[in-house]
């Protein structure tokens, strides 16, 4: 089995920086994809990012673009996720997924998962 656990979260003000981090254990390999997914208050788990082994990152939330950074280190079987200039629409509960090996915007498409770390941004 794969086990993924966040953390990093905390609360922050608007243009404000948190850095996330993952770590897997178990059964990870390095050509597993590791993606970002978030979810604000009554609204529906959304991607965020995501990045294979190999390749630049993939963006789904267009609104992140410029401000969000993923990256990986396969030795520590850790991925990051840097948040700059972060806003009140940030706010939400941001998880870390993987297992397979492509990227996908489908929360489906993955089947191991990490708790959650909350982000909250205010003033």
């Known amino acids: 089995q794969l086990q993924l656990v966040e953390s990093g979260g905390g609360s922050a003000q608007p243009g404000g920086t948190l850095r996330l981090t993952c770590i897997a254990s178990?059964?990870?390999?390095?050509?597993?994809?590791i993606a970002w997914f978030r979810q604000a208050p009554g609204k529906e788990r959304e991607a965020v990012v995501c990045?294979?082994?190999?390749?630049?990152?993939?963006y789904y939330e267009d609104s992140v673009k410029g401000r969000f950074t993923t990256s990986r280190d396969n030795s520590k079987k850790t991925a990051y996720l840097q948040m700059k200039s972060l806003k009140p629409e940030d706010t939400a509960v941001y998880y870390c997924a993987s297992g397979n090996y492509q990227c996908s915007p489908n929360r489906f498409d993955y089947d191991y998962w990490g708790q959650g770390t909350q982000v909250t941004v205010s003033s």
């Open positions: 990045l294979r082994d190999i390749g630049g990152a993939i």
């Open positions: 178990g059964h990870f390999f390095d050509y597993y994809s």
